[in-house]
């Protein structure tokens, strides 16, 4: 869909203050641009001695300016209501794209560059908008009514202007084209700036471990140097334009001026009609070269409002369904039949997985780094969908159902959890925005949040810093299991979720979630990725994963008494209670 249709699609959901302010403001440009007929008649009048109609006349003219400034200024005021609306339209579409984009998307786009690109989407669109609304509008009817009084006077002054705007358009295509082409490689560039410095700020911690103060400078200053070096090619291509399309300008308002003197001297027109045209011309072949401007700007515009509306044609890899499934009565069972994965065409990372957990049911994943246990959780959530096979829940195909229902039904404590530059209350309710401030409190209390929140200068209302800077691993990792616990999902993932947890911390946060998911009443699923023992000893079953494949499965203690097992092994490498160092299934 082009930008041009696309905006209107947008402008017309709001059509009512559109129309209703185009109507004043195309009036009081009418009216405006009979001041050069204003000028011929008071000429007439004063020649013929017609004093007291020349000064009526100028009264009116007075009466007409007023008019046209309060109805020019009427229209703006309710345009500019249509502008600001459809503006938060477009932004609330953008990121209502943008959540439901999948997680492949946003592993492969860079932050910065993304914001940098809807900040100058959102500037754009109100440039955009006054150019083609107003400006070009303006325009359009000032040419409009130039056309008509030279046509009434002479075809030649006529076809003079048509000629050379004409020509004028013609040179201003290929100028702003190439601008167009100079502006995009700035984009690229200051996309490039504006990410590093995103980096540095999210990254600023990392900077310091390494003193890596300098390299980061010198990063950034090559960065700059091409940035500098893109913006002086884009702004020559401003110097060539004005030059080049200035100068036809002035010959077309030189051109016909002298059309119009020598038209005088040969007496094929009157003096009133002179002054008609050479108002005209002094007044419309500026607005010509303001038009060409215009032109240009918009151009610019058109660049970022288009990769900013762009964003709306990304494609959605993990749609929903047409016509989802819903589980009637949750039970929480989950089947995994024969699923194959992997990232981006990459190596297999998931091959022939077949598992069946069964309702309330606890199954630890364990497995040397790379053996597929993340992918599994990100699998369950739909953050990608399998290469083949099916994932099902309560025998329900999770493809088949919403992803807003199918998250709600499964909740994630990930290993490295970011929060919300936010209150800390806010970081825990965020999982149930219904919840009574006495359920939150208390599931923070069973996360162990209580007992470092009296030392924060706020308590819950101690803001938490960007992505939770301000708090520890450990801290964070609390409030993401408070915010489960709030939650309280039928089916619980815990990925790494109390790796950063002092052992006594984890003992009673362990006796808050095994009391959770076993609770006699309303049991949970629950699939727990860890490498520290005490958090899988409890599990009901045991998966040893070893290439994406299921090499192992037991209890414990089945699978401490394997000889020459893989957990058996893992077991012996790591007395201290930790298997493997972390893993990256991409």
């Not at 070096?229 to 020559?236: C, E, G």
């Not at 660049?303 to 499934?325: A, C, F, G, H, R």
Request: hydrophobic fraction near 45%; include cysteine.
């Amino acid at each position: 869909m082009s930008v041009f249709k696309r905006l209107y699609h947008f402008i017309w959901q709001r059509k009512w203050p559109f129309i209703l302010g185009t109507i004043p403001m195309v009036t009081a440009m009418c009216l405006y641009n009979l001041a050069p007929f204003f000028v011929k008649w008071l000429t007439q009048a004063v020649q013929d001695g017609l004093m007291d109609s020349a000064f009526q006349l100028v009264i009116i003219f007075g009466v007409i300016l007023f008019i046209s400034n309060l109805l020019e200024n009427i229209g703006y005021y309710i345009t500019d209501k249509n502008m600001v609306g459809t503006s938060n339209d477009i932004s609330k579409a953008v990121l209502t794209h943008i959540h439901n984009l999948d997680f492949a998307y946003h592993t492969n786009k860079s932050s910065g560059k993304l914001i940098s690109l809807m900040k100058r989407g959102d500037d754009a669109f109100f440039a955009y908008y006054d150019i083609i609304n107003r400006q070009f509008l303006n325009l359009i009817i000032s040419f409009a009514v130039m056309f008509f009084a030279f046509a009434r006077l002479r075809f030649d002054y006529l076809f003079f202007v048509i000629l050379l705007i004409s020509i004028t358009i013609f040179v201003a295509y290929f100028l702003i084209k190439f601008n167009i082409k100079k502006r995009q490689e700035f984009n690229d560039a200051d996309d490039d700036v504006s990410s590093a410095r995103v980096d540095n700020l999210v990254n600023f911690d990392t900077v310091k471990y390494f003193a890596n103060e300098e390299f980061e400078q010198s990063r950034f200053d090559k960065l700059l140097s091409i940035w500098n070096q893109r913006l002086q090619a884009y702004f020559f291509t401003f110097r060539y334009f004005d030059t080049i399309v200035g100068n036809l300008i002035n010959f077309a308002l030189v051109g016909i001026m002298f059309l119009a003197v020598k038209d005088l001297q040969n007496q094929r027109i009157v003096l009133a009609d002179f002054l008609l045209v050479t108002t005209f011309s002094m007044t419309l072949f500026p607005k010509m070269m303001q038009l060409l401007f215009s032109l240009r700007e918009l151009a610019k515009k058109n660049t970022d409002i288009s990769t900013y509306l762009d964003l709306l044609d990304e494609k959605i890899t993990v749609p929903d369904p047409e016509q989802p499934q819903k589980i009637q009565d949750l039970k929480g069972k989950i089947t995994f039949n024969e699923v194959n994965f992997a990232y981006e065409n990459k190596q297999s990372v998931l091959k022939n997985f077949s598992l069946k957990i069964e309702s309330g049911e606890a199954i630890a994943l364990v497995g040397f780094s790379g053996a597929g246990k993340t992918t599994i959780a990100k699998l369950i959530m739909r953050m990608y969908d399998p290469t083949s096979g099916q994932i099902l829940i309560d025998g329900i195909a999770i493809n088949k159902m919403l992803k807003a229902e199918l998250r709600k039904i499964v909740g994630v404590v990930p290993q490295d959890p970011l929060l919300f530059n936010n209150t800390v209350y806010f970081n825990i309710a965020y999982a149930d925005q219904k919840a009574s401030k006495k359920e939150v409190l208390v599931a923070a209390k069973a996360a162990q949040v209580d007992i470092f929140i009296k030392d924060l200068p706020n308590g819950y209302k101690t803001m938490v810093g960007e992505r939770g800077i301000k708090l520890s691993g450990g801290q964070r990792q609390r409030l993401a299991i408070a915010r489960m616990l709030l939650e309280k999902p039928k089916v619980i993932i815990m990925d790494e979720a109390t790796s950063s947890l002092d052992s006594a911390s984890e003992q009673i946060i362990q006796k808050s979630f095994w009391d959770l998911v076993r609770d006699q009443k309303d049991p949970r699923t629950s699939i727990i990725i860890a490498h520290r023992l005490s958090t899988i000893m409890q599990a009901d079953r045991i998966v040893v994963m070893n290439e994406g494949q299921i090499a192992e499965i037991g209890t414990h203690e089945e699978l401490i008494e394997k000889d020459d097992g893989i957990y058996q092994r893992l077991w012996e490498l790591q007395r201290n209670g930790f298997i493997g160092d972390g893993e990256s299934d991409e």
